[in-house]
């Protein structure tokens, strides 16, 4: 079960970092990833991580204000954003996934297997 927060309402430019929780399962064994869905739009690829830190990936659209990052020891995983704009507005899920033992990194959706039930993030201009 993953637990999302840090979501809230801030001004373009500002900073934010979101933290999902993991409660159940090995923690140091998934690849974590976040994800975001405007209204009205599809889910959007933010960010993932692999099982031990060391391999990240990003969308083009938050590549260099985005970091993602993860503690295994508290079986957490972050995301923090920095230089928020409007367009980063929308509901932001963490998602753990289990994929064969040679992928570092998962960037599609149907490919993780745990939702959080997302956090909300606004950014006002």
């Known amino acids: 079960q993953l637990q999302a927060s840090g979501g809230g309402v801030v001004r373009t430019g500002d900073s934010l970092r979101l933290s999902c929780v993991a409660s159940?399962?090995?923690?140091?064994?998934?690849?974590m990833g976040w994800f975001r869905q405007a209204p009205g739009k599809e889910r959007e690829f933010v960010a993932t991580?692999?099982?031990?830190?060391?391999?990240?990936a990003y969308g083009d659209s938050v590549k260099g204000r985005f970091t993602i990052s993860r503690e295994n020891v508290k079986a957490t995983v972050y995301l923090q954003m920095n230089n928020l704009k409007p367009e980063d507005t929308g509901l932001y899920y963490c998602?753990?996934?289990?994929?064969?033992?040679?992928?570092?990194?998962?960037?599609?959706?149907?490919?993780?297997?745990?939702w959080g039930q997302g956090t909300q993030v606004t950014v006002s201009s």
């Open positions: 159940r399962g090995v923690f140091s064994k998934y690849v």
């Open positions: 991580i692999n099982w031990s830190g060391d391999t990240t």
């Open positions: 998602a753990a996934a289990l994929p064969p033992w040679h992928v570092a990194v998962v960037r599609t959706p149907s490919e993780y297997d745990d």
